[in-house]
């Protein structure tokens, strides 16, 4: 087997029987991505030297028998987490020569865990879209076919992952951009509970939805990323004091009893009937595991989106004011006064989604507005998680599709935002909620990957992971590679 | 027509924590520019604020001292603005749920009246930085040292309907964050700054007449003069036949006039909105407690305190309650000569005027509470007059010892010894036979005026040093 198709435990217990090195596993990813990326342009920035110096260190820390969790072990981190000495970019031109001067607390992890980083991946602007197509440095194309986008936000990292261009990758998630290209690309992608992992800088899109958490080739690898990432933080106050428990050891559990609630709502109108065949075959598996199957409601599913499509552009567009072009970012040249100065660094430096949705936010706190748009979605909020507090009284996971289609074509929907906005229809509620969710890949539907979202209660991702693992140990689904890497 | 003045105050206060309220840069003032500013005060992409509890206990102090009903459950708010030495395009304040809840507190006014003033809320919020404009040949500078540093801004009701109100409101609260140790209160460096928000209406109007906020007012005595100007130019403007419009506007302590800075229809909406990088701020009974352990004696409690205990006037007591500090030196002093209306008096009257010759603060007097306590005891117990006390304070001051020593080394000492007076009376009235006779053949009621010549050379033989009321007793009878 190719360096590239192990797992991370492989990887790690052939780092540590010397088998090959850190330096030798990095150099190979390093050449699958000069020999990838011009097509796939999952990467905005590759660290070439510094992983480099990284893996050398790793094989230092191994020799020493003092490895960490994940010494050696090369990953791509999404754009949007801040890395000490490397551009940050989120995506934007606004931030295209920005140097961050820290390290988030994840990559400060994922540092102390002795990962490589191989560079940074691409996104769209800001985590905003569900394509890639929003991306100031161009579209990500899919590797299981390059006429189809990957999903996004999260879409370099996915695509990245798919080509085993990185053992794993991170991601963010505030309305799917985790799950959806998980599930576009064939991948396992855990959102995991609001809280769960420090957001310390991660460039926010939307602060009371953004989550980050792992894009990976299997529930075992997510486990072990998870495990790295998740944890109180000081530096954010929403990070939550809540043990991290050992995510391995519960992946072997059985699933017998194990009750999946379907909700109603995710079947219905909107979804694609081969998506919906390849779905209902995966809970059939499940069954077939020992699973005890209910169908429920939620009933305010249908209210998620034009909720998070006010809460989201709302704290987005407080959260991108700082880009004023006064300390650091894209600022327009010879500004003539305060005004002009504003108006063109931010005119020249968002893109057009990133405007749309500043515009919607701010409209949507404004006075006269506020009660009706952001107090009104706030307590959408609250009946949203009613219903998935109900559900969970008599389920232990809950499980649909993760998207309402496979991959779409590049540019297919690029003029019509609110087709876009519908791609995330069955994530978008678990955000809202702080619910962890995840998506795994389950028969693909000619040759496009689908993901099955799995739902669990508050702070119950090991649990996620263990039904994620056992579908994955009786299937070879999330095996499948896209042909020619 | 009658007018009738309506003023509010808002007050910004700089609470002394060590560090930010969202970050652990340190906020000492007067450091080089942008020294002073973490990654989370530059506002920089990715960056979360996390409270300082010291802030949330001050101002939980503050709330007990003014009585207020405190916010067991208060939340942070985002007043989104752009400037450009606002780092995030938004200061992180309280909006609906403040800390602090409705309170009040005490003025005296200078004719001994006590009025009780109404305190809406207090909330807690982030400084911004700084623009400089001067030096930078048509640039603007920016110095983020002070972005993050914690305010109270504390709000009052509309309860003040004179200039003197206002003053003796802003000087009250002036006194209590000091009082409580949770400002420093220095207003050349900005720790307390004031706005003013006045209305005029026909006396026996209840309804408001339309305010105007006047902005940037950091003295106690510009605050006095633009509330002056600002009354005087609505009155004007409205038996002009004009009206007041809803503005804010700029005092300029130059010009001693104030101009509009913006009106109602050019304000900013702040599209406030609750932060969601900071949970709700939740305060128990334990940590009120806590908060609340060290607490001083209040200036009113003091105040009424001094009034009983020494019995002294209002005015004194509320003169000498004006800071902890000069509180304090008074007690001691009283307390260490027995005489508290003296002591009241010296302190207020010498002692006060010398420190304010000099420009000293009470905790920079030569003369420490201890020395004076020690000086008024000799007054008390007849080793020196009055007047020869002033001789020895001086003395004192000019750090020639305390107030024995200083009797002892310029033989100061009273002169009590009847037969010693009796002697320089005799010399007197024998080396002014043609006063002595003016006098013996004067009215009655002349007399009086008459023997000051007589005392006032006896003085002058004996320095000072006679004992005045033994000097008059054997005057009058000698001279029959």
Redesign the interface.
Known sequence: MSLHEKSIAELAAGLRAKAFSSVELTRHYLRRIAAHDATLNSFITVTEEQALEQAAAADARIQAGDAGPLSGIPLAQKDI??TNGVR?S?GSKM?DR?I???D?TVIERFKAAGAVMLGKTNMDEFAMGSSNETSFYGPVRNPWNTELVPGGSSGGSAAAAAARLCAAATGTDTGGSIRQPAALCNLTGLKPTYGRIS??????F???LDQAGPITRSAEDAATLLQVMAGFD?????SAEEPVPDYLAALGDDLKGLKIGLPKEYFGEGLDPAVAKAIEAAIEEYKRLGAEVVEISLPNNGLAVPAYYVVAP??C??N?????G???GHRCADPKD?EDL?KRSRGEGFGDEVKRRILVG?YA???GY?DAY?LKAQQVRHLIADDFNRAFEKVDVIMGPASPTTAFKLGEKTDDPVQMYLSDIYTIAVNLAGLPGMSIPVEPVDGRPVGLQIIGNYFDEARLLNVAHRFQQATEWHRQGPAGY | MQWETVIGLEIHTQLATKSKIFSGASTEFGKAPNTQACAVDLGLPGVLPVLNREAVAMAVKFGTAIQAALGRRSVFARKNYFYPDLPKGYQISQYELPIVGLGQVEIVLDDGTVKTIGVTRAHLEEDAGKSLHEDYHGMTGIDLNRAGTPLLEIVSEPDMRSAKDAVAYAKKIHQIVRYLGISDGNMQEGSFRMDANISVRPQGQEKFGTRAELKNLNSFRFLEKAIHFEVERQIDRIESGGEVVQETRLYDAHKDETRSMRTKEEANDYRYFPDPDLLPVEIDDAFIADATADMPELPDAKRHRFVEQYGLSELDAAQLTASRALAGYFETAADKAGEPKLAANWVTGDLAGALNKDGLEITESPISADQLGGLILRIKDNTISGKIAKQVFEAIWNGEGDADQVIEAKGLKQITDTGAIEKIVDEVIADNPEQVENYRNAEEKKKGKMLGFFVGQIMKASKGKANPQQVNELLKQKLG
């Open positions: 987490f801040c940050t989120c931030l920005f961050a001067p820290y988030a957001r310390y800088g991660m460039i926010a939307a602060s009371s000081p530096r954010d106050s929403t709302a704290e567009s407080s991108l004011a700082r880009f004023d006064v300390r650091f305060l504003y701010a706190l404004s006075a506020y952001y």
